[in-house]
């Protein structure tokens, strides 16, 4: 089975200042992807990215980056200059290759950015 | 504009009650998903289908049931035998179970008085 574990429940920053939020998983598949979504208080999830377990290469995406690494099981996602506009609670998710069923979420992290 | 609207946003149900939710889309998928999310927890599948008069059981099914009689719509009734229905349902859909470009709706929060 599958697990993804977002460790941080609350972070709060001021704004402008740079914020990473954890994401670990655990699979014993060798092919996956992972997925970050942003849950602003509107409710609706909104898609970041996707990352499929043979790219490790980082990205970078505006104020956004993520991280991912293999050796750790870890894909981690930094905010640069946070915003008021980024408070939400950020999901990291897992689905196997050829799965019909779901995505395996973390719980959630909820960032607070202050002004 | 494409996308999935989920109605109403907020709902109160009494005890005893079945309550319906509803999903419709207007993207063309095939696939379509309900989701409960409870405060610090994440998203866990409740059903899902992957063509219309076709659904299959997620990991927390008991005490919910599902229809999918028209590809724009997956309503969810949510019923008595539920115990804890208070909580958060997103919709979501997907041009397959197998792609994982995945659109949510807006969610409605449940709540039992």
């Known amino acids: 089975a599958q697990k993804v574990t977002q460790a941080q429940t609350e972070i709060s920053v001021v704004e402008k200042e740079d914020v990473t939020l954890d994401c670990v998983y655990e699979?014993?598949?060798?092919?996956?992807?992972l997925f970050w979504y942003k849950q602003p208080p509107s409710g609706e999830l909104v898609f970041l990215i996707r990352?499929?377990?043979?790219?490790?290469q980082n990205e970078i995406s505006g104020r956004y980056s993520w991280n991912f690494q293999k050796s750790t099981s870890s894909f981690n996602f930094t905010i640069t200059a946070s915003q008021v506009v980024d408070s939400a609670v950020y999901f990291c998710?897992?689905?196997?290759?050829?799965?019909?069923?779901?995505?395996?979420f973390g719980s959630g992290t909820q960032l607070t950015v202050l002004p | 504009d494409g996308g999935i609207t989920q109605s109403p946003k907020y709902l109160f149900r009494k005890e005893g009650q079945n309550v319906t939710l509803s999903c419709e889309q207007n993207?063309?998928?095939?696939?379509m998903y309900w989701y409960r999310q409870d405060p610090g927890q994440g998203l866990r599948l409740i059903y899902y289908?992957?063509?219309?008069?076709?659904?299959q059981k997620g990991d927390i099914a008991e005490g919910y049931s599902v229809s999918r009689e028209k590809k724009e719509s997956f309503p969810l009734t949510v019923t008595s035998a539920q115990k804890n229905p208070t909580a958060f349902y997103l919709c979501?859909?997907?041009?397959?179970?197998?792609?994982?470009?995945?659109?949510f709706g807006s969610g409605t929060r449940l709540t039992v008085v």
């Open positions: 979501a859909s997907s041009i397959t179970v197998r792609d994982y470009g995945y659109t």
């Open positions: 699979t014993r598949d060798t092919t996956y992807y």
């Open positions: 990352r499929n377990s043979f790219d490790e």
């Open positions: 998710a897992l689905i196997l290759f050829g799965s019909a069923r779901q995505l395996t």
């Open positions: 993207l063309n998928h095939d696939a």
């Open positions: 289908s992957q063509i219309v008069n076709d659904f």
